[in-house]
């Protein structure tokens, strides 16, 4: 048996006088002529002094010089008789004569010994090119034959070639960039220290890269990164990503062959006799295993913890150099590129503590969020979450647990979730150097997992609402086995310039409380089973001002439901702050109602600010008819967010409104009673705040609504936030004066209000409410102002404004006049069947400047055919009557209360309800009753004027009879009343002359 032993020679041999260049087939003489090959021992002298026949006449047992770049050859001519001992040295003499030695073995074939040597050799057979690079200037190769059988094979032939440490590039780099290889540790083979790996480039290279590595060594390579930065945290990352760059020699097997790996070899799969590399996460043999490799045509990343990795490289004691894959190449070790990583040293990108994979994402508090994204170490109010940036031993769990505060939820979703095994068969083609048998190499087989009934995970992910596993009230949300869990991908698209649509439930998962818990389990570790995922987590304000206000019956739908609040306690107020309810969270509208209100008194609001989007579509302006801040859209409007296919705005999302806004928008009601309000104000502009408002009543009413909201908007692009606080108001309360009891009555308002009980109360609203099934009719003395028209034709700032009492549309704007004006007269909607609701109407006295106003009021109900039939005839009032209609107002058709009738006030048009004997008649009897000592005269002038105003009384009551009998005869034609059969039917609207 012959075996062949590589050992590198520490002390430098100075070569004087070594042989000149020759060629490959060449050898030199003493004299430095050069002889052919075969002319050595042959029996003749062909060197001038006869060195090419020593006395032994053998290429053994000799020290072999040269010139620097020249290579040489040398070989055993035949089998030598066993047992055979040959030493062959080179030695680089340094310069022009080299620093390294590299030997090629072009052709080793040898018998099976049965057992290697310790100190490692490579037997058996191998053709081809094997490199092999001294680490110092001297090498001896010893060739050992132990036995040989009768027509076996021998040969062995190699060529040398000394080379400078200038052009060994690829060992040392270039002179401009050189490579760091460590400090070797004394007395060992190949053990080294790197330290401060940022600032040059670190390589762990096998001994004596780039060729074969010797065997039956061991190497320890340790990686320390000292110099870090103030606020940040060092990790070492060692990786190899080119397939030439990393060739491990395997073991023996029956027959050397070459094959082609597909996959990284580790684990399980690195026996004993194979070459491996360990990776510990830290600096001694004592911490945790990131990996155990063995082979593969590339070397995944594996990153350590914390500032200190150990890496050891073990190489079998014995193997044959390789055949070289096709086309040929010479073999070579492996060589490892160093990172080092430098995280924040809070973020939530490495665990804190070396044996436990534990991260915790803690709240700030709402209020001092003032960036989009919280900052990376686990605080603030959202961000985004990766995998740990470090390798995981095998049967590791980490667990991410997000603690909100108080009042708030928790929302997660993945953007992105991956898992797969690199010790399956992945690649087509490799150049990992295989010296497994004929028989095909099957890689390890992955862990069953839960898919395979009754195995296990590779990857298991766990999601709680709560505490996790085993806390008191925790709840599973989620639980995946070697599976992605809810993911929404399109979150990855997000830009600058793009807005997918939001990730909202269920794409993600959202706790009930202010805690939840999750956690990976990587059952072989993160080196071959890598493990990422994009994970964005949010603390969403779920906290609401006030408490839930009550169903007042209003059409117009709050949403979410939750979205209406009734504030109770002066003080500051936002408005809703729950990025689910927005559309960032998936929403697709909004209506949020927040009510200030008093038990007594006033409230005086101040609007610090009001955002409606990045860019508002809508500006905010004094409207010219009522004077108030309105709402007045772009032009052209802006091209609204796409809805889902099929969606819908809800018709009880808008309730009575004919045209609602399309664009975001806040309305400033003032609200004397649940259920009815007035509009006081619109905003829709960013710029529109601060805004101070004082109420005449004890409340206020805030309205936000976004009927469609954009996909990157939350709460800090549409909100309102300010103060309020109660100011004392008159007593008895206006909202208990301004109710107005039916049936009717009539109310003079004056400005400024000197007292007046009736005006004191400022802008805030009569309420005109009918009972039952009946309507309201009001007149308001002076002239409609038209709508939009600008500017008003109206002799004054001050106007009286109509609201229907249900829905707060403004119905009418009256420019106010005296006893002696026009009036303009209108039912509330019922009576026109549009609407089931009780008959109701608000009327709000704006006043500006000085001046004067009034109007009358009374509950009416429809008249029977029966009663028609009989106001044609001209009967106003009869004996018998239906107790359904005793009193009828003629020109309008309708009946009315009794406590109306006869009062001394004119409340029907055309003053039916003060004639047929209640009139004028009626104050003459008074007169004529008046005390003697009035005076024959006075009674005589007296008498002179009631009898003028009786002929006057009877002219105008003939002329109301005919206008009657016009009217009711159109009815009794069958004619459908409306609003142009009131007093005056020559107009277009209901305005009439009294």
């Not at 006893?819 to 039912?827: A, D, I, K, N």
Request: glycine fraction near 10%.
């Amino acid at each position: 048996m012959s075996v062949v032993a590589l050992t590198a020679l520490a002390a430098l041999w100075l070569a004087r006088g070594a042989a000149g260049g020759c060629g490959v087939a060449e050898l030199a003489c003493r004299s430095g002529a050069c002889v052919r090959l075969d002319a050595y021992c042959d029996g003749e002298a062909q060197c001038p002094d006869g060195s090419d026949e020593p006395p032994h006449c053998t290429v053994c047992n000799r020290t072999y010089y040269g010139r620097a770049g020249v290579a040489y050859a040398v070989a055993v001519p035949q089998a030598p008789r066993a047992p055979f001992l040959c030493h062959l040295t080179f030695t680089a003499g340094g310069g022009a004569h080299g620093d390294l030695v590299q030997l090629a073995f072009d052709e080793f074939r040898l018998s099976e010994l049965g057992r290697p040597f310790t100190g490692g050799s490579w037997c058996g057979e191998s053709d081809g090119t094997a490199l092999y690079y001294s680490e110092t200037a001297t090498v001896t190769v010893s060739v050992k034959l132990f036995r040989t059988r009768l027509g076996e094979p021998f040969g062995f032939r190699l060529r040398y070639k000394f080379i400078s440490q200038l052009d060994a590039v690829v060992r040392f780099g270039a002179m401009e960039a050189p490579l760091e290889r460590g400090a070797v540790s004394p007395g060992t083979y190949c053990t080294r220290t790197y330290e401060e790996c940022h600032r040059k480039s670190c390589r762990l290279q096998s001994p004596n890269y780039p060729g074969m590595y010797p065997r039956n060594v061991t190497c320890y390579w340790s990686l320390r990164q000292k110099d870090i930065p103030t606020c940040k945290h060092a990790m070492i990352s060692v990786r190899q990503e080119y397939s030439h760059k990393m060739q491990i020699k395997r073991s023996i097997s029956m027959a050397s062959l070459n094959k082609t790996g597909r996959a990284v070899r580790a684990w399980r799969e690195c026996t004993g006799e194979r070459d491996r590399l360990i990776f510990y996460d830290g600096a001694s043999t004592d911490d945790p295993v990131l990996v155990e490799y063995c082979g593969g045509d590339w070397l995944p990343r594996v990153t350590s913890r914390g500032p200190e990795m150990l890496v050891a490289f073990h190489s079998s004691p014995f193997s044959a150099p390789l055949r070289p894959a096709a086309p040929a190449a010479p073999l070579r070790g492996f060589e490892l590129d160093v990172d080092v990583v430098f995280a924040d040293s809070d973020s939530l990108d490495y665990a804190r503590e070396a044996r436990r994979c534990e991260f915790h994402v803690k709240a700030s508090s709402s209020e001092e969020e003032t960036n989009a994204t919280a900052p990376t170490g686990g605080r603030g109010r959202r961000g985004r979450l990766r995998a740990p940036s470090h390798t995981l031993p095998p049967n590791t769990t980490c667990t991410w647990t997000f603690h909100g505060r108080p009042g708030d939820l928790v929302w997660i979703y993945f953007s992105s979730f991956t898992q797969y095994s690199l010790v399956e068969p992945r690649r087509i083609e490799s150049s990992e150097r295989d010296e497994e048998g004929t028989m095909p190499v099957t890689p390890r087989a992955p862990p069953p997992t839960e898919g395979r009934e009754g195995g296990v995970c590779a990857v298991e992910l766990r999601i709680w609402d709560g505490g996790g596993a085993g806390e008191m009230g925790a709840r599973l949300l989620g639980h995946y086995c070697d599976s992605a869990p809810a993911l929404c991908a399109r979150a990855a698209l997000a830009n600058a310039t793009r807005s997918p649509r939001p990730c909202a439930p269920p794409d993600g998962y959202v706790s009930a409380a202010a805690l939840l818990s999750l956690a990976a389990t990587s059952l072989p570790g993160t080196a071959t089973h890598p493990l990422a995922f994009s994970l964005h987590y949010e603390f969403v304000d779920a906290r609401l001002e006030g408490t839930p206000s009550p169903e007042d019956g209003r059409p117009a739908r709050v949403w979410p439901p939750d979205c209406g609040r009734t504030l109770t306690t002066p003080g500051v107020f936002a408005s809703p702050r729950n990025a689910l309810w927005f559309g960032r969270g998936g929403a697709r509208r909004l209506r949020c109602v927040y009510r200030l209100q008093v038990n007594d008194g006033r409230v005086v609001l101040d609007l610090a600010a009001a955002a409606f989007g990045r860019e508002p579509a809508c500006s905010t302006r004094p409207d010219p008819v009522t004077g108030r801040p309105s709402c007045v859209p772009d032009p052209v409007e802006p091209r609204p967010e796409e809805p889902e296919a099929g969606e819908e705005v809800p018709a009880d999302f808008d309730g009575d409104e004919d045209t609602p806004l399309r664009v975001p928008h806040l309305r400033i009601y003032e609200s004397p009673w649940p259920g009815f309000r007035v509009p006081v104000a619109c905003i829709c502009d960013n710029s529109s705040a601060p805004l101070k408002l004082e109420s005449g009543g004890p409340a206020f009413e805030l309205e936000l609504v976004a009927r469609r909201l954009a996909a990157g908007e939350d709460h800090r692009h549409l909100h309102f936030r300010g103060s309020w606080a109660r100011a004392p108001g008159p007593s008895p309360p206006c909202a208990r004066r301004r109710r107005l009891p039916p049936p009717g009555q009539r109310v003079h308002l004056v400005y400024p209000y000197n007292h007046d009980r009736m005006s004191e109360c400022g802008e805030s609203p009569f309420l005109l409410a009918a009972r039952g099934n009946r309507s309201v009719f009001l007149r308001v003395w002076g002239e409609e102002i038209p709508s939009g028209a600008d500017p008003p034709p109206c002799h004054t700032a001050n106007r009286i404004l109509v609201y229907e009492a249900h829905s707060a549309k403004l119905v009418r704007a009256v420019c106010p006049g005296n006893s002696e004006s026009r009036t303009v007269q209108l039912f509330s909607d019922e009576w026109w069947g549009r609407g089931s609701r009780p008959g109701a109407l608000l009327v709000v006295w704006a006043a500006r400047e000085a001046g004067a106003a009034q109007f009358s009021w009374m509950e009416v109900w429809r008249a029977g055919p029966t009663v028609l039939q009989r106001l044609a005839a001209g009967a106003a009032a009869w004996p018998n009557a239906s107790a359904h209609c005793a009193h009828a107002c003629a020109a309008l058709g309708a009946c009315m209360a009794g406590a109306l009738w006869c009062d001394g006030e004119t409340d029907c048009p055309g003053g039916g309800d003060e004639a047929h004997g209640c009139g004028a008649g009626a104050r003459l009897l008074a007169a004529l009753a008046a005390p003697a000592a009035a005076g024959a005269a006075a009674a005589a002038a007296g008498g002179a004027a009631l009898l003028a105003l009786v002929c006057a009384a009877a002219w105008r009551r003939r002329r109301a009879r005919r206008a009657d009998k016009q009217l009711l005869g159109a009815l009794a034609a069958g004619r459908r009343l409306t609003e142009e059969l009131l007093y005056d039917a020559s107009r277009a609207s209901s305005t009439a002359s009294s």
